[in-house]
DNA sequence: TTAGGGTTAG
C-alpha cells in the first residue's frame, strides 16, 4: 500500500513525460488495479491527452472517472472534448448525475449544440434532477443564450429555491431577446442582488440602447451600498462612449483610479474606446501609451480610433508598430488600417496591406474584404475591387453598396446601375446606402428618368425614407442635366430641411448655366446655414460684382469683416514612397516648389489650348 | 450568471 501511494505521488513531483511513463509502465506490470486512480491523478494534473489514452484502456471506466475526465475537458475548456466524453459515458450506461451535467451543458451553450442540450434536458426530466439548482441554472441559461426564452422561462418557473443567480440568467436572456421590461421586472422582483445583477441590469439596457436608464442603475447601485466592479465600470464606459458623454465618462475614470481598476487591460481598453468616440483621441493615446498590457483588441480599438478621426496617417503608423509586437493583426485591425488607406488613398500602403490579407486568407472575412474592396475602389484601382469582389464566397449588403458606389464615383455608372439589377436578382436586399450609390450613377450618366425612377421605387418597393443625402442626389440629377428649375422646385417641396449640400450643389449648376437668380437665392440660404465660412460670400460678392452692382458686391465684403469670418487655407497633399507632401495656396515651402510650379503651369497651358476656360464656372 | 475593438454614402 506503501508503494502503491508513492507511486501516485511521485507522479505529483514531475510533470515530466519520460517519469510519467515510467510510474505507468509499473502500474501496468505491478498495480494493475491503481489505473483509474493514476487516470485521475493525471486530470487532476491536466495532463489529458495521456489520461484519456489510459481512460481508454479501461474495459468499465466508472462514473467518478467519467465525471473526472469531463469536468477536467470543461475547465480546459476543451468543450467538444466535453460533449463527445459525455455522449460516450451516456452510451455505456454509465449512470449520469446532477454534476456531471452541469459542466457538459455549459459546453452545449457555449458551442451551441441546440440538439444535444435537448436530449441532456430530456434526461434531466427523467433522471429527477429537476430540483437540483446546479442542474437547472445552467439548463436556463442555455434556453437564454440561445434566445429560447420561453424555455428559459420554464425552466426558471420550475426552480425551487432560487438563487440571485437563476435571476441573473434570466435577466441576461430577457436582455439579449430585447425585453428589457420583463429584465427589469425580474430586477425588481429579486430580493437579494449581487454585482452581478446590477451589471447584468446596466448591461441589458446598454445593449438594447437604453442608455440612459443604464447610467442611472450605474448611480442607484452605489447609492444602494453595491460596489461596482471592473464590469459594471466597464459597461459604463460603452455606454458613455456611445452617448458620446465624456463629462460622464471622466467622472467613471475617476472612480478607476481610485480603485485601481486601471490595472485591467478590459477596463483600459474601455477607457480609450471612451475618449475615441467623444473625440478625445489625444487621451486615448495617452490612455494607449500608459497600458502596460495591451492585447489585439487595444491595438485594433486604438487603430481604428484614428480612423474614425481622420487621423488616417496616425491609424497607418500604429498598424506598422503593431508588426513589432508578438499580436497578429486581426480581422478588426485590418478593417480599421485598410479603411485609413481609403482615406489617405494610400496606394503602396493599401496594396501592402491587401497582399497581407489575401495571403492570410482574410478574404473570408466579409468585413475585411468588403474593406480592401472600398480601399482598391478609392485608391481608383476599380478592376482589382472588381476582383476582389468576385473572389468573395461571402458578400452581405454593405460589399454590394461598396462595390456599386465604387464603379459609380470611378465613373462606370452603366455597370454600378448593373450591379444593382444583379443584387436584386440574387435576393439581396437593397438599403438606403445602396440607393445612394445608384442615384449617384445616375446622376454621372445623366440618367434623369431612371433616377427618379429608382427614387420612387425605394420608397414603395423598400420602404425607405429619403434622407438628406438621397435629396441631393436627385438635386444634383436634375442640376447636371442642366434642369435648374425643376431642381428648384424639388428642393421646395423636400420632405426634409435643405442644408449646405443641397444649396450648394444648385449654386454649382447655377454658376456653370449662368443662372444669376437662382445663384443669388442659393447663396443667401447657405449664409443663413453657415454663417462662418467664407467663401460664400466671397461667391455673393463675386455675383454681385460679375452683374456690376458694386455696391452690394463691397456690402457683403464689409460684412465679412463685421462677422471676422477668415478665409480657411486651401491644402491638397499626396503620397510618394510612403511620405506625404503637403501643398497650400501659394506655397513655396516645399524643396522642389520651382518644378512643382513649372509643371502646374505646362498643364494650365495645355488645358488652355485644348480650349479650357479654367475658369468658366466663376464667371457670368 | 455580468465586461472592451470593425466595413459601405455624404
Known amino acids: 500500500m506503501e508503494m502503491e501511494r508513492h507511486l501516485l505521488n511521485l507522479l505529483h513531483s514531475t510533470l515530466h513525460i519520460k517519469q510519467i511513463k515510467q510510474v505507468h509502465a509499473l502500474i501496468v506490470i ?36 467519467y465525471n473526472s475526465l469531463i ?104 436582455s439579449k431577446s430585447g425585453d428589457v421590461i420583463a429584465a427589469r421586472r425580474l430586477f425588481d ?15 441589458c439596457y446598454a445593449n438594447n ?6 447610467l442611472s442603475i450605474f448611480e442607484r447601485m452605489q447609492a444602494e451600498g453595491c460596489s461596482p466592479n471592473e464590469i459594471s465600470v466597464t459597461t459604463v464606459l460603452s455606454i458613455c462612449a456611445k452617448l458620446r458623454d465624456l ?65 488616417s496617417s496616425e491609424a497607418l503608423e500604429l498598424f506598422e508598430r503593431m508588426k513589432n509586437e508578438p499580436i497578429e493583426p486581426n480581422d478588426v485591425a485590418l478593417v480599421s488600417v485598410l479603411s485609413a488607406c481609403s482615406q489617405l488613398g494610400s496606394v503602396g500602403a493599401g496594396e501592402r496591406i491587401g497582399n497581407y490579407v489575401e495571403s492570410r486568407g482574410f478574404i473570408f472575412n466579409v468585413y475585411v474584404a468588403s474593406a480592401l474592396l472600398d480601399m482598391y475602389s478609392k485608391c481608383g484601382n476599380i478592376s482589382k475591387a472588381r476582383q476582389i469582389f468576385n473572389k468573395m464566397p461571402h458578400k452581405d449588403v454593405v460589399t454590394w453598396n461598396s ?8 465613373g462606370f455608372a452603366e455597370d454600378a446601375i448593373n450591379l444593382y439589377e444583379k443584387m436584386k436578382e440574387i435576393r439581396v436586399i437593397p438599403d438606403d446606402i445602396t440607393f445612394v450609390g445608384v442615384l449617384t450613377a445616375c446622376t454621372h450618366a445623366g440618367l434623369v428618368e431612371l433616377g427618379l425612377e429608382f427614387f420612387r421605387s425605394m420608397k414603395l418597393d423598400y420602404d425607405i425614407t429619403p434622407t438628406i443625402e438621397h435629396y441631393a442626389c436627385i438635386v444634383d440629377l436634375f442640376c447636371r442635366s442642366g434642369r435648374l428649375k425643376e431642381a428648384y422646385e424639388f428642393i421646395c417641396i423636400m420632405e426634409v430641411e435643405p442644408n449646405v449640400v443641397i444649396w450648394g450643389t444648385l449654386l454649382s449648376a447655377s454658376r456653370i448655366h449662368s443662372n444669376a437668380k437662382l445663384a443669388e437665392l442659393s447663396v443667401k440660404k447657405l449664409l443663413a446655414l453657415e454663417p462662418e465660412n467664407s467663401g460664400t460670400y466671397v461667391l455673393l460678392s463675386n455675383i454681385y460684382a460679375s452683374a456690376g452692382r458694386w455696391q452690394e458686391s463691397l456690402r457683403v465684403r464689409n460684412l465679412m469683416k463685421i462677422n471676422r469670418v477668415q478665409k480657411t487655407t486651401a491644402c491638397s497633399w499626396i503620397e510618394m514612397d510612403n511620405k506625404v507632401h503637403k501643398f497650400l495656396v501659394g506655397d513655396t515651402s516645399h524643396a522642389r516648389s520651382n518644378e512643382v510650379y513649372r509643371i502646374v503651369d505646362g498643364l494650365a497651358m495645355q488645358l488652355t489650348t485644348a480650349s479650357y476656360n479654367l475658369n468658366s464656372d466663376l464667371e457670368f
Open 247 to 311: 463629462e460622464t465618462g471622466l467622472r467613471v475614470k475617476k472612480f478607476i483610479d481610485e480603485n485601481d481598476f486601471h490595472l485591467n487591460m478590459i477596463v483600459s481598453t474601455a477607457l480609450l474606446e471612451m475618449y475615441v468616440k467623444c473625440g478625445a483621441i489625444e487621451d486615448a493615446r495617452h490612455e494607449f501609451d500608459c497600458m502596460d498590457r495591451r492585447d489585439v483588441v487595444t491595438w485594433s480599438a486604438m487603430i481604428a480610433g484614428y480612423a474614425q478621426n481622420g487621423k
Open 403 to 410: 462595390l456599386i458606389a465604387g464603379l459609380a464615383a470611378n
Open 189 to 203: 422582483e429579486m430580493s437579494e442582488r449581487t454585482v452581478v445583477s446590477w451589471n447584468s441590469m446596466i448591461s
Open 30 to 65: 505491478n498495480y494493475p488495479t491503481l489505473t483509474t486512480d493514476f487516470v485521475k491523478s493525471l486530470l487532476r494534473l491536466s495532463i489529458v491527452v495521456y489520461a484519456r489514452n489510459v481512460f481508454d484502456k479501461i474495459p468499465h471506466p466508472s462514473q467518478v472517472l
Open 209 to 214: 440602447g437604453y442608455y440612459h436608464e443604464g
Open 71 to 174: 469536468s477536467t475537458y470543461s475547465k480546459l475548456s476543451l468543450k467538444k472534448n466535453a460533449l463527445e466524453a459525455f455522449v460516450l459515458m451516456h452510451g455505456s450506461g454509465t449512470r449520469v448525475v446532477g454534476s456531471t451535467v452541469a459542466p457538459v451543458m455549459k459546453s452545449c451553450t457555449s458551442l451551441l449544440a441546440v440538439e444535444l442540450a435537448k436530449e441532456i434536458h430530456s434526461l434531466v426530466v427523467k433522471c429527477g434532477f429537476s430540483s437540483d439548482v446546479f442542474v437547472q441554472t445552467p439548463l436556463m441559461d442555455f434556453y437564454a443564450k440561445t434566445c429560447d426564452i420561453e424555455s428559459a422561462k420554464k425552466v426558471f418557473d420550475g426552480i425551487f429555491m432560487k438563487d440571485p443567480i437563476c435571476y441573473n440568467c434570466l435577466i441576461s436572456g430577457y
